[in-house]
């Protein structure tokens, strides 16, 4: 490929400096796991975001296993999702017992439909959990609305919407619980696996820490059956300088956005914002009728491209014995088959832009 599809060696570049100070410092500390960097992370994590308590930890999945944990999902619960996600939204449901119960997207914003969630509750219904996909806010307003209503908990999976808000609040902080992803390729990344979950109780977040830390109430005292899911404090540090140039990123990924969206607009379907609301931009994705023979031509002239998500959840495999009917879900049929992410990120050349659009016109031409 002539240039990356996330440009992230030079957003190193750019902080390097700070980025190298700051590992040194965890190194020669030798204070690998726990420890300040990462209490100083999340207290700006939580300031950033605007939820009451920030707790950091391995991984997005890991984020998204505690949060279900702590709203209480256990085997035989059933949790509401959207199919059109990530396959780790509903592996953890799955991974604690629970069963994923899809539910169909809005054509415009790839999110959950709210209006089609009332009619999957059942007895066994436990949670919801929307995505924010490509890092646009679910219409978490009617989402929670239901669940009170119903006393269900919402957990917004919001891996690819750090930094987007709705409504004036950030993304995280748009219901009882959120999980993010500090992925190295998500909006905010660090130097390997890193994530976050966020609640608005402290006891919430105390149960968090003792479950992510071998459940763990008091050293060699372990209350609960939880799991290794520390963030190490070597990615805290990396994520710290990150987060200070964070804001700075996201108006570039806005101008960007908007400059592919007004040199493709008409030519193919553009993202489109619902109202009120900022995206993260975690991915800049198009639909078109070809999509493979768009992929392969963009491709052959050294432009990378990538599909978010090929396969709807309830088509893989591992959930073969749930036996659903695909053609419950024609939104998710048909964007799934349509969708194609093109390069982005802060760091996207202004020419690698104007060539990425010069070929996605030619390709559709
Ligand atoms: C990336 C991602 C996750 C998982 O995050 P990891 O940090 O890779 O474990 C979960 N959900 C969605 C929607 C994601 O995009």
Known sequence: MKFPFIDLKTQYQTYKDEIDAAMAQVVESCQFIMGPELTALEKELSDYTGAAHAVVCASGTAALELCLKIAGVQPGDEVITTPFSFFATAEMVSACGATPVFVDIEPDSYNIDPSLIEQAITPKTKAILPVALYGQPAEMEAINAIAQKHGLVVIEDAAQSFGSELGGKKSCNLSELAATSFFPAKPLGCFGDGGALFCRDE??????????????????????????????????????????????????????????????????????????????????????????????????????????????????????????????FPVTESVSARVVSLPFSPFLKQEDLEATVEAVKEAVS
């Open 203 to 328: 006891s919430q977040a105390t149960l968090a820490r003792q479950l992510l830390n071998h459940g763990q109430d008091k050293r060699y005292s372990h209350a609960h059956i939880g799991m290794n899911g520390r963030m190490d404090a070597i990615q805290a540090a990396v994520l710290r300088v990150k987060l200070r140039y964070f804001d700075q990123e996201m108006e570039k990924r806005k101008i960007l956005a908007k400059e592919y969206d007004s040199r493709l607009e008409g030519i193919v379907t553009i993202p489109k914002l619902r109202p009120n609301r900022t995206s993260a931009y975690a991915q800049y994705t198009i639909q078109v009728d070809q999509r493979d023979e768009l992929c392969k031509s963009l491709n052959d002239k050294g432009i990378p491209t990538a599909v978010h998500y090929p396969i709807p959840l309830y088509r893989q495999n591992v959930y073969r014995s749930m036996q659903i009917d695909p053609s419950r």
